[in-house]
């Protein structure tokens, strides 16, 4: 089993909807949660970073931590155009100082 | 604030040569870590230097080596390329720490011919 699974998509979805992005892991000494956005030919850009579980808003952005299931989520409202990019989670924690990555959700929103 | 810059953004190399690749974090931040990203593999650890020490390593050969200097800034260097070392090296620095926020820069893309 992987540390980290992630459904690598495509996920393509119009302009204005909801989008859910989902990541689960085995190891439960991971305590850190990133959600990464990469444009094609760019580095990874950080776009939430969460401790723990529960929630965190960051305008059009939410992230979601599930400890007891060890699952967690991004949500964007009102996807737009310019979302669309792969998008990657990472967690580490514990002596687990390194990030482990998701392998990234290709998203595509359609104008 | 500038962000995290490496350089060079493109390198072409044969099989047995070695390569060096640079990287400036943020200011202010002293943690910088290496990453290597491939479509098989995802992104993978290589390791990581806090105060001109490597502090932390991933489970890549001894190919890969590292250093810091006294301003942050970092150098990863591999030698005897192999064509399997064809990647995107990234670079991403933290305050102090690896589980504090990782910002990456947009890498340096290497090909082995």
């Known amino acids: 089993q992987k540390e980290v699974e992630q459904d690598p998509g495509p996920l393509s979805v119009p302009e204005g909807a909801i989008v859910s992005l989902n990541c689960t892991y085995s190891?439960?000494?991971?305590?850190?949660f990133m959600w990464y956005r990469q444009y094609s030919r760019k580095g990874p850009e950080l776009l939430m970073y969460?401790?723990?579980?529960g929630n965190k808003e960051d305008g059009r952005f939410t992230a979601q931590v599930d400890k007891s299931s060890k699952y967690i989520s991004l949500f964007i409202r009102d996807s737009q155009p310019s979302d669309s990019a792969t998008y990657l989670c990472?967690?580490?924690?514990?002596?687990?100082?390194?990030?482990?990555f998701g392998k990234g959700t290709l998203l595509t929103v359609n104008p | 604030k500038a962000g995290v810059t490496q350089t060079p953004r493109y390198l072409i190399k044969t099989r047995g040569q070695q390569v060096t690749l640079s990287c400036s974090p943020i200011?202010?931040?002293?943690?910088v870590s290496w990453y290597q990203q491939t479509p098989g593999q995802g992104l993978q650890f290589l390791f990581e230097?806090?105060?001109?020490?490597?502090?932390n390593k991933g489970n890549f050969p001894g190919r890969f080596s590292g250093r810091q200097f006294s301003n942050s800034r970092s150098e990863m260097n591999v030698s005897t390329l192999e064509l399997g070392d064809s990647a995107l090296y990234l670079c991403?620095?933290?305050?102090?720490?690896?589980?504090?926020?990782?910002?990456f820069g947009d890498g340096t893309r290497l090909s082995i011919l």
């Open positions: 991403a620095s933290s305050l102090d720490s690896m589980y504090q926020p990782q910002h």
């Open positions: 190891n439960s000494a991971f305590q850190y």
């Open positions: 969460t401790y723990s579980s």
């Open positions: 990472a967690m580490n924690g514990g002596s687990n100082y390194k990030l482990t």
């Open positions: 200011s202010g931040h002293r943690s």
């Open positions: 230097y806090f105060s001109e020490t490597q502090r």
